[in-house]
């Protein structure tokens, strides 16, 4: 294997510590990130950085490239920490890895699942990154359904969302029933919707004692899909 060159270290080097700047302003400024203002942090005049990232946007994707990569690989090392048998138990480590990670990169989670950053339109690049968090509960439904500790729930779907439901289905987890995939989707997105009200200051005063209430909660979800105990 060929060692990088010196001038393509140089430039890995200087991409990371403009993401890093830009990371700060993530945090103190929000997602409209300005090229100007970070390549005045790094001493660089505003044209200089255009070398390395030629769009605010370009900027913006490798961030969120970054960001949901981190989260999935917390996700996913969860998930493999725990027994393959123990449904429930991968559930609620994939959630506390969720939440655990959201409360330490509050900006970066901002920047996935907060408001749309104005002007911004993600490329195709960023759903398979994006998906991987999913992709981990619908393997937990996939491994309960292919050993029959988890089956189909009753349901009453509407024709059209069984519909799309049964084509994602077969995109992600042939065989998976359209009815356990709603109950695992609802629970996904509950999950989401709780740590974003938690970290968007929505529950704080409320419920002091979130760790309680995001066990009880997750439990809940748990008890929609259908997960069974260890």
């Given at each position: ?170 995109g992600l987890a042939p065989g998976l029933p359209e009815g356990l995939l709603a109950r695992g989707m609802a629970g996904w997105t509950q999950l989401f919707g709780l740590i974003s009200f938690e970290l968007f200051g929505r529950i704080n ?26």
């Amino acid at each position: 294997m060929v060692a990088p060159s010196l001038r393509a270290r140089v430039r890995a080097s200087m991409i990371e510590e403009i993401k890093a700047v830009a990371r700060r302003h993530l945090a103190s400024d929000g997602a409209n990130l300005s090229l100007r203002a970070v390549a005045r942090d790094l001493g660089m005049v505003s044209s200089a950085i255009y070398r390395y990232f030629p769009s605010r946007d370009e900027l913006l994707t490798a961030l969120i490239l970054e960001a949901y990569d981190a989260l999935g690989d917390a996700v996913e090392a969860a998930d493999a920490g725990v027994d393959r048998a123990d449904l429930r138990g991968r559930w609620h480590a994939a959630c506390r890895a969720a939440r655990a990670w959201a409360l330490a990169h509050p900006a970066e989670y901002a920047l996935l699942y907060g408001s749309p950053v104005p002007g911004y339109a993600a490329p195709d690049e960023t759903v398979a990154p994006a998906s991987r968090p999913p992709l981990t509960l619908i393997g937990i439904l996939r491994d309960g359904v292919a050993d029959g500790r988890l089956t189909a729930p009753a349901d009453d779907l509407p024709a059209p969302l069984r519909a799309d439901l049964a084509e994602l289905a077969a995109g992600l987890a042939p065989g998976l029933p359209e009815g356990l995939l709603a109950r695992g989707m609802a629970g996904w997105t509950q999950l989401f919707g709780l740590i974003s009200f938690e970290l968007f200051g929505r529950i704080n005063r409320a419920l002091p004692h979130r760790d309680e209430y995001f066990a009880h909660q997750t439990g809940l979800m748990a008890d929609l899909i259908g997960l069974p105990a260890a």
